[in-house]
């Protein structure tokens, strides 16, 4: 099993260290040739448009793309959820569009609001979650199955091997979220 964490900026070492708890090595992505041979790709936390700026000036931005959209299994935290939406109802671009969600950026308001609760997930139970000016989805597409929700709100979202979340499970000790990411790149639906 090979899962690549994209390491243009954000909280990647907390991605690979749940990795790592699972017996999975993650494989830092910072240049288009790393998108060889990998099972999954990781999105991390970070700010979205610095994470785009930054793949963009790599030549990372449009391989990854395409890999996205011919069925590479990704998981995106936070700014990496914001990154796969196909819309962001607050900010006038998109990034790869991979995702029938519309997402508000920053929906949990600023970085003093941040905060940590527990969200009860499908087939998971209640595991915890970490809030950091996150991203809410706000409409999204039929096939979008919804895994957990904050209020109304989904936060945890899946279509088919495009897989992502509003918070933070990398920041918390609980490995099961990436678990569940683990098990959709080994059965993937490509
Ligand atoms: N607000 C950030 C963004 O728009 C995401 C924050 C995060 O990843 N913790 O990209």
């Known amino acids: 099993m090979t ?32 998108l060889a041979g990998l099972d999954g790709i990781i999105l991390p936390g ?27 299994p990704a998981f995106g935290t936070c700014a990496g959820m914001i990154l796969l939406a196909r819309e962001i109802t607050n900010w ?6 991979v995702l029938d969600i519309a997402v508000e950026r920053n929906a949990t308001g600023r970085q003093v609001d941040s ?17 950091i000016r996150a991203p809410l989805v706000r409409r999204m597409g039929p096939q979008v199955k919804v895994l ?24 918390t ?5 990436h678990e569940l990411f683990v098990q959709i790149c080994e059965k993937g639906e490509r």
């Open 46 to 72: 970070g700010e979205s448009t610095a994470m785009w700026r930054l793949m963009t000036r790599a030549g990372l931005a449009s391989p990854l793309r395409e890999s996205l959209v011919s069925g590479l």
């Open 3 to 34: 899962i690549g964490v994209l390491a243009v900026q954000g909280d990647v070492r907390e991605h690979l260290r749940t990795l790592a708890r699972l017996g999975v090595a993650g494989h830092l992505v910072l240049r288009p040739e790393h």
């Open 148 to 171: 957990a929700l904050l209020g109304d709100a989904p936060v945890l979202v899946r279509e088919g091997n495009v897989f992502a979340a509003s918070f933070h499970p990398e920041l």
């Open 173 to 177: 000790g609980d490995a099961r979220v």
């Open 115 to 131: 905060f940590e609760g527990s969200v009860v997930a499908n087939g998971l139970g209640e595991v915890p979650a970490v809030y």
């Open 92 to 97: 006038p671009e998109t990034f790869f569009g």
